[in-house]
């Protein structure tokens, strides 16, 4: 089982940026994908960014490619999504995924293909 903590949601300004992280803990038995979905009350889940598990090959959405970035740090077990350029449009619940062990080589940009999910942070885009 593994646990997905995020944190570094909040309120800001467009234009701004943020970080949020997402820490990972629980029996790891290899290297897993690690994505970041978003979620608004009118939209359904959506991906956002992917990254594999050797933490070499990673993906972000059009909407969000060239503005928000995925690194991870294994040695944390940490995966962090960077913001910038924020647009009221990316207000929205932001949620971190992490798929079951596997080779370590592939992103996932399906909800799922991604076993486990943290709680969710809010992220909040207005002047």
């Known amino acids: 089982q593994v646990l997905l903590v995020e944190s570094g949601g909040g309120l800001v300004q467009p234009g701004d940026s943020l970080s949020l992280s997402c820490v990972a803990s629980?029996?790891?038995?290899?290297?897993?994908?690690m994505g970041w979905f978003r979620q608004t009350a009118r939209k359904e889940r959506e991906f956002v960014a992917g990254i594999n598990g050797r933490a070499d090959a990673l993906y972000a959405a059009d909407s969000v490619r060239g503005r928000f970035a995925i690194s991870r740090d294994n040695a944390k077990n940490t995966v962090y999504l960077q913001m910038s350029s924020l647009k009221p449009e990316d207000t929205a619940t932001y949620y971190c995924?992490?798929?079951?062990?596997?080779?370590?080589?592939?992103?996932?940009?399906?909800?799922?293909?991604?076993?486990?999910w943290g709680q969710g942070t809010q992220v909040i885009v207005s002047s």
């Open positions: 629980g029996r790891f038995n290899g290297p897993f994908a």
């Open positions: 995924a992490a798929g079951e062990p596997d080779a370590g080589y592939f992103y996932y940009t399906k909800k799922d293909e991604y076993s486990y």
